[in-house]
């Protein structure tokens, strides 16, 4: 008797195949266009393959780590997928990283090669093996026409292996605000489970016009965004950043209407002088997360916009990474909130113990979902840290309404102990973000022999005009966050700087700022 199990091709459900069953739905519809590029999904398809092929002519074996190192480009997306298409495992790296940092991230991944721009291949330590993504002869868009066609005999010979469900395809590390970055171990079927969440919670559809402009290697913008509109049909633009005059020239001509940004892009969008005088009447879906949204800049947002549909989507890499969805019709009088879980998750908040809280209880959310990664790379101890008692747990404040809507209050680490009563840093930050000259701030918590740790704010001032009433100082601020807020939450201080330091999806370092500041660290 036969048994389905042993055909496991027939049933497989990896990443690349989210793309090979678009080829053959819509083949000739434009899948992506880059810098003057364009490919037809049937186009893009077979040069996944292609790719794949030349990997593998690499002598690189499934289950081999591949680094990528590179801007984005439609080149970048190919080696993505021909690594899934391989059985290799996609390691996505920040390109602004250099020095030790890279050097970490290609250690502990044990990366056997890296993809990389021409332009970064200098940056990679000595020793390092790299094939360039484009713009060289032995670049990995130029060899393409050098692999067979996918039929016949030479193709047979560079026969791809067929991925499992379970197979990794890729390491996601975390962002690093709080300790070394981890390496979030995905697999096909978390990944494929967590584009439908985001099909289905975020309304993407087939006659969108998505614009992408953040990092492909950051999970929000590939996996959120990139893949599962490939895997609807839709027409996907890449920008190489996210530049304000392109994006709103981009609506004004109809070739964007779906934009995603963190806040921090949202920000300055709402402070270029274009914002208040293009027409942007074209762009019909905004998303925002990656980090918390000031609802002051929330709020002019929507009243520019009225007619935007704006969805708010939370989560972490490890969760592939989205978890929770506010919807366009849900932000009515629960503007902090980050909405619900998405189709494959579910998420409770717990106390210290590992209980759950009633609703409207602080606590820390945690998870159980397909979407979720396997473990850490190579870091068993901080593996089962995360996973205890069948959950995941997150390291988000948060709290559920009865609706079972979550408002995030901090990170764990970030919430500031001042006087010995806790104080979270997101709600000082919106009552100094309604002030008009503050273009961006940070409120952390400071060591003080009398408060334990005293509430600070590390500010940002707008420089576009807004100051023509003055400068704005520190004691204008204390002020206008004490009619805002209870005497223990009014900051102790305020500093100014010129920037915010970030990470890659755009989440301040409050670490950082820590250092920085801490004049004990300094004394030291």
């Given at each position: 008797m036969t048994d389905a199990r042993d055909a496991p091709g027939a049933r497989s459900n990896t990443v690349d195949g989210?793309?090979?069953?678009?080829?053959?739905?819509?083949?000739e519809r434009t899948a992506v266009r880059y810098a003057g590029r364009s490919w037809s999904y049937r186009a893009l398809d077979d040069a996944v393959t292609a790719a794949a092929r030349v990997l593998r002519s690499e002598g690189l074996r499934p289950g081999d780590r591949v680094a990528s190192y590179g801007h984005n480009s439609d080149a970048y997306l190919i080696g993505f997928l021909a690594?899934?298409?391989?059985?290799?495992?996609?390691?996505?790296v920040n390109h602004g990283l250099t020095g030790e940092e890279l050097a970490y991230l290609l250690d502990q991944s044990g990366s056997?090669?890296?993809?990389?721009?021409?332009?970064?291949?200098?940056?990679?330590?000595?020793?390092?093996?790299?094939?360039?993504?484009?713009?060289?002869?032995?670049?990995?868009?130029?060899?393409?026409?050098?692999?067979?066609?996918?039929?016949?005999?030479?193709?047979?010979a560079g026969a791809l292996p067929e991925a499992s469900e379970d197979t990794l395809v890729q390491l996601l590390y975390t962002s690093g605000t709080t300790a070394l970055p981890k390496g979030a171990m995905m697999t096909h079927r978390a990944l494929v489970h967590e584009y439908t969440s985001a099909i289905v919670a975020l309304d993407l559809k087939e006659s969108d016009r998505p614009v992408h402009s953040l990092p492909l290697y950051h999970s929000a913008q590939m996996h959120v965004f990139l893949l599962p509109y490939l895997a609807v049909g839709a027409e996907n633009t890449l920008l190489d950043g996210p530049d304000p005059e392109r994006i709103f020239a981009m609506v004004e001509a109809g070739v964007a209407d779906s934009l995603f940004a963190p806040p921090t892009v949202w920000i300055a969008l709402t402070q270029h002088a274009g914002f208040d005088t293009r027409d942007l009447g074209g762009l019909r879906k905004a998303y925002y997360g990656a980090s918390i949204m000031p609802v002051p800049v929330l709020e002019r947002l929507r009243a520019r916009l009225p007619h935007l549909a704006f969805y708010n989507c939370f989560g972490q890499s490890e969760i592939g990474p989205l978890a929770t969805v506010l919807g366009p019709d849900e932000h009515e009088g629960r503007m902090e909130s980050c909405g619900r879980p998405v189709l494959f998750v579910e998420a409770r908040v717990v106390d210290e113990d590992g209980r759950e809280v009633p609703d409207g209880t602080r606590g820390e959310v945690v998870y159980r979902s397909p979407q979720l990664c396997t473990g850490y790379w190579d870091k068993p101890s901080e593996t089962?840290?995360?996973?205890?008692?069948?959950?995941?747990?997150?390291?988000?404040?948060?709290?559920?309404?009865?609706?079972?809507?979550?408002?995030?209050?901090?990170?764990?680490?970030?919430?500031?102990?001042?006087g010995g009563v806790l104080v979270a840093s997101r709600q000082v930050e919106d009552a100094l973000y309604a002030h008009p000259q503050v273009a961006e701030v940070a409120v952390i918590g400071l060591p003080d022999d009398r408060w334990i740790e005293a509430v600070t704010?590390?500010?940002?001032?707008?420089?576009?005009?807004?100051?023509?009433?003055?400068?704005?100082?520190?004691?204008?601020l204390i002020a206008a966050a004490r009619a805002r807020l209870a005497p223990f939450k009014v900051p102790k201080r305020v500093v100014f700087v010129d920037a915010l330091p970030r990470n890659a999806s755009g989440k301040v370092l409050k670490r950082a700022l820590r250092e920085r500041f801490d004049t004990r660290r300094a004394a030291r």
């Open positions: 989210v793309l090979r069953r678009s080829a053959r739905r819509v083949p690594c899934a298409r391989a059985g290799l495992v996609h390691v996505p056997a090669l890296v993809l990389t721009d021409v332009a970064l291949a200098s940056r990679l330590p000595a020793g390092t093996r790299a094939v360039p993504l484009h713009g060289a002869p032995d670049g990995l868009l130029e060899r393409l026409a050098e692999q067979p066609a996918e039929d016949g005999a030479a193709a047979d089962a840290e995360a996973f205890r008692d069948g959950w995941f747990h997150s390291g988000d404040l948060a709290v559920r309404d009865a609706e079972g809507y979550f408002t995030v209050v901090d990170r764990v680490k970030d919430v500031i102990n001042s704010a590390v500010v940002v001032r707008r420089t576009d005009g807004a100051e023509e009433n003055g400068v704005v100082g520190e004691a204008e």
